[in-house]
């Protein structure tokens, strides 16, 4: 039966001399692999809409629940992300992630408008600060995960717009200082347990409040408008830590990529 459908190419394996397996992110069928054949010739009929970073259509002969490659056409690529090492290393770790979170044959059609626009904007706003790029995606795809951390009021009083919060990054919640003060005193009292040793066990990161505002628009924004905010450049740094930190930590997996990603803040006109 052949299938046809649109998506992202996220991944790729070589499958023998000449044939490869693509991961393709789609909104009908999630995720999935399909056989290439021919793919690994330079020239191959469908070089230019099979490769990483291709959004095509696709035309897939499907048996048995396997896909084979019957005919493919380049809708949009986002090659323009290779001009510098931060944005391609960037880019390859937003794909690694949607490829990590997506499910074979579960319908995800909100992941891949995230990861489409993320590229899109990555590839056409040179001028974007990509930390903020980069935190951003990370709460949002956490978000449509079902890993959103509650991040609108303390969690011990309730208080919705304290001076300073922490983000529990294991609890996914905030507290603010007063309760912070006493889960300390409380946890002291009962573990004798020195107050940094409390946060970093715990991976309690204080939040300033413009801070909190970001990670609260990177949650809940339009998406088309998810990458419409600033922050000031001295807090871009608490912003970034905290949004990686809780990512890697909820999804209990470290993306080897982000070992070889050091951005920095970009550069001034
Ligand atoms: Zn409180």
Avoid at 65 to 81: C, H, M, P, V
Avoid at 247 to 260: A, C, K, R, S, T
Wanted: net charge negative; aromatic share 8%.
């Amino acid at each position: 039966m052949l299938v046809t459908v649109r998506g992202l190419v996220v991944g790729e394996v070589v499958a023998s001399d000449n044939a490869k397996y693509i991961h393709v992110l789609t909104a009908e069928r999630g995720k999935l692999s399909a056989l290439v054949r021919g793919a690994v010739r330079l020239r191959g009929r469908f070089t230019s809409s099979t490769q990483v970073f291709c959004y095509s259509e696709f035309v897939l002969y499907e048996r048995n629940g396997k896909y084979t490659l019957d005919d493919a056409s380049l809708i949009e690529n986002y090659f323009s992300l290779c001009r510098d090492y931060d944005t391609l290393t960037l880019a390859s770790y937003i794909i690694s992630a949607a490829d990590y979170l997506s499910v074979d044959e579960q319908p995800d059609a909100e992941l891949l408008r995230l990861t489409l626009n993320t590229l899109w904007a990555l590839s056409h706003r040179e001028k974007l600060d990509r930390r903020l790029v980069k935190g951003a995606f990370e709460m949002r795809a956490a978000g449509l995960s079902g890993l959103a951390p509650d991040l609108t009021a303390c969690r011990g009083c309730g208080k919705r717009e304290p001076d300073r919060a922490y983000l529990s990054v294991m609890d996914g919640c905030i507290y603010c200082p007063d309760c912070m003060a006493e889960r300390e005193l409380r946890s002291r009292a009962e573990n004798d347990i020195r107050v940094d040793e409390l946060r970093t066990a715990q991976i309690l990161l204080p939040l300033e409040p413009p801070v909190l505002m970001a990670m609260r628009y990177s949650l809940y924004s339009e998406m088309g408008k998810l990458y419409s905010f600033s922050l000031d450049g001295k807090l871009v740094p608490e912003f970034a830590a905290a949004c990686e930190k809780y990512f890697e930590n909820q999804l209990d997996h470290h993306f080897p990529v982000l070992d070889m990603l050091n951005l920095s803040p970009p550069e001034k006109d």
